[in-house]
C-alpha cells in the first residue's frame, strides 16, 4: 500500500491535473452534482480492464522470454531496430500503447550492457511506433477507446476506418527506422541465460483476453471487469496493487478537467463556433490542441461538441507525434530512459514525422472521401 501511495504522490502529471481542476473550478458555471456524470465511466472500466489484463501478461514474462529469444536472432542494428520497432507497434494496437512501451522499452534498455546500438534512439522510434501501431484498434490507446464508444461502430468497422492512416504511418515509420539505423553487428554475450516465464499466467490472462473484447462488443465491459478482478484476487492478488491506478485517475480527472473548461464563460462562445468550422479547420484544430494539452484531453474537449467522425479520429491520433505532450506515451517513454539528451533528440524525428503525417493523412482522406 505504501508503494501505491507512493505512485500517486510522485505524479506529477496527476498533481498538475488536480491543481487545473482547482482553479477552472473557482471560474467555472457548474454544479458539483454534473463531475460524476461529466466522466466517461464505461472508458475508464474498459482501461482499467487492458490495464489489468497486460499486467497480467507482463508479470508472466513470456514477452520478456519472446524477446530475448528473438535478440539472440539478429545480427545487425538495422534488423534488430526493425524488429523493437515493428514490435512495438504490433502490441499497441492490442495492448495500449502506454503498455507495450513498459514491455518493449525495458528490454531495450537491457541491450546497453552488451551492444553499441544508439539505445536512446530507438526509445525514440518505440515511443513513435506506438502511436502509428495503436491508432489501428479501438483499445489500442484511450482517445480511441473515447472514440468508439462515443461514436457506437462494431469492433472491425472501427478498425476498418483507420487501417488506410495506420497502414501509411507505420509503412514510412519503418522506412524511417530502416534509415536511421546501421548494418553494423550487434554482439550478444555467449551463452545468455533463458528467461523463465508462467505458462498458466499468460494462457490464462490470453483467454480473458479474448472475452473480454468479446464484452465490449456485448455492452458487457463492467461485468468483465468484475471477472478480471476477481481473476486476479484469486490468481495473483499482488497485480492489483501494481496496477497504475494513478494513471486511471489521471484519465478520471482528465474527463473533469476538461468538463470546467467547457463551462468557462470565456471559452464557451469559441467552442460554440467550432461545428461551423469546415473540415480543414477542424483537422488542423485537433491536431494542434493535442501537441499542447496531449491527444487524450483534446479528445475529451472536442467530443463534447463534434460527433465521432472518422476525420476526428485520424486527427487527434496524429497529434500524437510533433511535440512531446502530443502523447502521455512519448512522455512515458523518454522518462524510461533516463537520458538527458533524449528529451531534445526525439524532436529531431517526431517533428518531421508530425509533417508528414498531416499532409499525407489530409490527401488520404480526401481521396478516400473522393472514392
Keep these: 500500500m505504501g508503494s501505491l501511495l507512493r505512485t500517486f504522490l510522485?505524479?506529477?502529471?496527476?498533481?498538475?491535473?488536480?491543481?487545473?481542476?482547482?482553479?477552472?473550478?473557482?471560474?467555472?458555471?457548474?454544479?458539483?452534482?454534473?463531475l460524476a456524470a461529466?466522466?466517461?465511466?464505461?472508458?475508464?472500466?474498459?482501461?482499467?480492464?487492458?490495464?489489468?489484463?497486460?499486467k497480467g501478461i507482463e508479470s508472466s514474462g513470456y514477452f520478456d522470454f519472446l524477446g530475448r529469444r528473438l535478440i539472440q536472432h539478429f545480427r545487425s542494428?538495422?534488423?534488430?531496430?526493425?524488429?523493437?520497432?515493428?514490435?512495438?507497434?504490433?502490441?499497441?494496437?492490442?495492448?495500449?500503447?502506454?503498455?507495450?512501451?513498459?514491455?518493449?522499452?525495458?528490454?531495450?534498455?537491457?541491450?546497453?550492457?552488451?551492444?553499441?546500438?544508439?539505445?536512446?534512439?530507438?526509445?525514440?522510434?518505440?515511443?513513435?511506433a506506438v502511436n502509428a501501431g495503436s491508432l489501428l484498434t479501438p483499445i489500442g490507446n484511450p482517445q480511441n477507446i473515447l472514440l468508439w464508444n462515443q461514436g457506437g461502430q462494431g469492433f472491425f468497422q472501427f478498425i476498418g476506418q483507420m487501417l488506410p492512416l495506420a497502414a501509411l504511418l507505420v509503412a514510412a515509420l519503418l522506412l524511417l527506422t530502416f534509415f536511421s539505423f546501421s548494418k553494423r553487428p550487434v554482439q550478444t554475450p555467449q551463452g545468455m541465460a533463458a528467461s523463465e516465464w508462467q505458462k498458466g499466467l499468460f494462457i490464462q490472462c490470453a483467454a480473458l483476453y479474448l472475452a473480454f473484447v468479446i464484452a465490449l462488443e456485448l455492452n458487457l465491459a463492467l461485468y468483465a471487469l468484475l471477472l478480471v478482478a476477481l481473476f486476479f484476487l484469486w490468481r495473483a492478488p499482488r497485480i492489483l496493487l501494481l496496477l497504475d491506478w494513478s494513471l486511471l485517475?489521471?484519465?478520471?480527472?482528465?474527463?473533469?478537467?476538461?468538463?470546467?473548461?467547457?463551462?468557462?464563460?470565456?471559452?464557451?462562445?469559441?467552442?460554440?463556433?467550432i461545428p461551423h468550422w469546415s473540415e480543414t479547420e477542424r483537422y488542423l484544430l485537433a491536431i494542434g490542441l493535442s501537441q499542447v494539452i496531449s491527444n487524450v484531453p483534446a479528445?475529451?474537449?472536442l467530443l463534447n461538441i463534434l460527433p465521432a467522425s472518422t476525420l476526428l479520429a485520424w486527427a487527434v491520433n496524429i497529434g500524437g507525434f510533433g511535440l512531446l505532450p502530443g502523447s502521455l506515451a512519448n512522455l512515458i517513454a523518454l522518462r524510461m530512459a533516463r537520458d538527458r539528451r533524449i528529451w531534445w533528440q526525439f524532436h529531431l524525428f517526431s517533428l518531421p514525422m508530425l509533417v508528414f503525417a498531416v499532409v499525407a493523412a489530409w490527401l488520404l482522406f480526401l481521396l478516400i472521401d473522393a472514392i
Excluded at 461529466?38 to 497486460?54: R, Y
Excluded at 514490435?87 to 531495450?108: C, E, G, K, M
Excluded at 541491450?111 to 539505445?119: A, Q
Aim: proline share 3%; with cysteine; glycine share 0%.
Design 77 to 128: 542494428q538495422r534488423s534488430l531496430a526493425l524488429l523493437m520497432v515493428s514490435a512495438s507497434a504490433l502490441l499497441a494496437t492490442f495492448l495500449t500503447n502506454d503498455v507495450a512501451l513498459f514491455i518493449t522499452v525495458p528490454l531495450t534498455l537491457t541491450l546497453r550492457k552488451f551492444t553499441r546500438l544508439p539505445v536512446s534512439r530507438l526509445v525514440i522510434f518505440e515511443a513513435l
Design 249 to 273: 485517475a489521471v484519465f478520471i480527472l482528465m474527463f473533469i478537467d476538461v468538463f470546467l473548461l467547457t463551462r468557462l464563460p470565456l471559452l464557451s462562445p469559441l467552442l460554440q463556433q
Design 299 to 301: 479528445t475529451i474537449l
Design 10 to 34: 510522485h505524479d506529477r502529471f496527476l498533481q498538475a491535473l488536480l491543481a487545473i481542476g482547482l482553479v477552472t473550478s473557482a471560474f467555472a458555471d457548474f454544479h458539483y452534482r454534473q
Design 38 to 54: 461529466a466522466v466517461n465511466w464505461k472508458t475508464i472500466v474498459t482501461l482499467a480492464c487492458l490495464l489489468l489484463l497486460t
